[in-house]
């Protein structure tokens, strides 16, 4: 059976999310967009039948069975609970809310309506991240003390991104650390100490998050001033594995001494694993998946929460 | 003019200035270990006229224009007065005192002596610092925006680095940061935030320090736990400078694009700059370093003070 997809957005990140739908072989029913020679476009691309210049049309289309919205983040939570109102499930890109208890809510609002509701953290569902949490587990390498991340998405052009209420590097791409470290490590406690930068408009533009997961020392920095680095790296008492890209990740390479095996997992579009998922829990019946649970998400919004807060403090203490 | 070391310990740090000073075409007089036995064997191996069995012997040795000491942090500060005492020239490994208050009160006091006294942080003497300062100060790359550094020490045998009160990685190499990125960035202010943890004997084995060095974020790591990367990586606008070892570097590479150009500077001992800089400051009479002033060993005395009580309350707030 396949799973019918109604599209909330033709944002660029929609593409790559389209494609893997299709190589996946399930079915995109309906797209919307404001514009509707937007969505037009979209549809002619991607073989469509239905377009459509409002999102509620998508919602009450009755051959949809699951929407993915990916609107700018200040309207996850409010289209998140329109199509659960319709009676739909719903993928919704990262962060599915801008705090802790928008993302309870809408959760608990699933939950009653009986329906499917899941973040849409892709790199969980990835094969590198699959072997590295084995490694983690089995102790291959030893024990884990530390963990670096950089990645930078520089200059962005959407207007949402420089506006501090929904935009910036920390709205943009914290999870991306959270989610994937609390899924690989499966942590009690997550302490969190970050510094970062402000854009002259006030988005976050550089931050270096310090993270304790349990014993597990992390620092992961996300800029949008210029390239970096974009890779994680696993640092075991008896060597490291280096993830390039870790979000989209398709090989590793594992270091112990002198000695360094790559391993690659190609794939065109790593939105798939994903995508298959989601099949598999509508499939099951699940309302929530058990790799991207709502604790999951809602442990991430807490800790945003609480991120957004500290540096707001830093700022208060330092009158900037 | 050949300039006179007098050598306080036979601690491995020593053989590798005695490379240096030797190569420079200066000369050893005196070496003292606490072992004459010790003492002897590095005077037979580097053809050095006087063993000596006491620190003092050599503070007294008319032979020796100026000491080079490499005693346990701890014993830093009192060794660094007893041979201003004696009337000798001074040049202390990092860090030359466990607290802002020490290193004042030493840099006071040689000043009184009319006698040298300089922390030996070698890494800002390297043709490779002068290199990356010459394209931060140009802006070649644009502007600088990030700092990512990593390095680590597994294992130390020493059992004075177990010792938290001198030892772990904060008093052991923070320095090598701070003071690098001092004299790099020649920053107003330095915020700071570090994350880490303790063995169970109480020393930091791990670091995660976050910094704003004016508005260039930092991170910069050290472990005692296991292999990491050593490396600095200075991320511009348009692209950026990576640094292997950035503590005794010999090379960097820059990356524009997909375009990475390396450089090499090939050295047998990388202490040789700095034992070079120590003749000419001698030879020209001056008393404080211009390239490595007492300003700066204060300053990051006084950033290590902040960094220990930073983590001592945050253990204190968790009750750990």
Redesign the interface.
């Known amino acids: 059976m396949s799973v019918r997809y109604g599209m909330i957005s033709v944002a660029s990140i929609t593409d790559r999310f389209m494609h893997a739908v299709l190589e996946n072989g399930d079915v995109i029913t309906a797209v919307a967009s404001r514009s509707l020679t937007k969505a037009k476009q979209k549809a002619d691309q991607y073989g469509i039948k239905r377009a459509y210049s409002s999102y509620e049309d998508v919602y009450r289309d009755n051959d949809v069975d699951i929407v993915y919205i990916a609107v700018n983040n200040a309207n996850h939570s409010r289209e998140v609970k329109r199509a659960l109102q319709h009676g739909k499930h719903v993928l919704c890109e990262k962060p599915i809310a801008l705090c802790a208890e928008d993302a309870e809510e809408l959760f608990t609002y699933a939950r009653k309506q009986g329906l499917f509701l899941m973040e849409a953290q892709k790199s969980l569902f990835l094969p590198v991240t699959q072997v590295v949490r084995t490694h983690i587990q089995k102790q291959t390498l ?1 024990r884990l ?2 963990i ?1 991340m ?1 990645a ?1 998405f520089p200059n962005p052009t959407a207007a949402w991104m420089h506006d501090p209420a929904q935009g910036g590097v920390v709205y943009g791409s914290a999870s991306y650390t959270i989610e994937y470290l609390d899924y690989l490590l499966a942590p009690k406690q997550i ?1 969190t ?5 402000k854009e002259a408009g006030g988005a976050c533009d ?3 998050m ?3 997961f349990d ?1 597990i ?3 992961s ?1 996300i ?1 949008m ?5 974009h890779h994680a ?1 696993f ?6 594995i280096h993830v390039p890209d870790y979000w989209k990740a398709r090989e590793y390479t594992l270091v112990k001494g002198k000695d360094h095996q790559r391993f690659t997992f190609p794939c065109l579009y790593e939105m798939k694993y994903e995508a298959a998922h989601v099949r598999e829990c509508l499939k099951n019946g699940w309302q929530e998946s058990p790799i991207m649970p709502a604790n999951r998400s809602i442990r991430c919004c807490s800790i945003v929460d609480n991120i957004m807060q500290q540096l707001e403090q ?1 700022n208060r203490e ?1 009158g900037r």
Do not use: A, C, W
């Not at 100490?193 to 930068?197: A, I, N, V």
């Not at 640092?235 to 490291?240: A, I």
């Open positions: 030893g003390h530390q670096e950089s930078s302490h100490s970050p510094m970062g930068t550089r931050i270096s310090n993270f304790l014993d020392l992390v620092n920095r800029s001033n210029g390239p970096t680095q790296i640092y075991f008492e008896k060597g490291y830093v330092e």
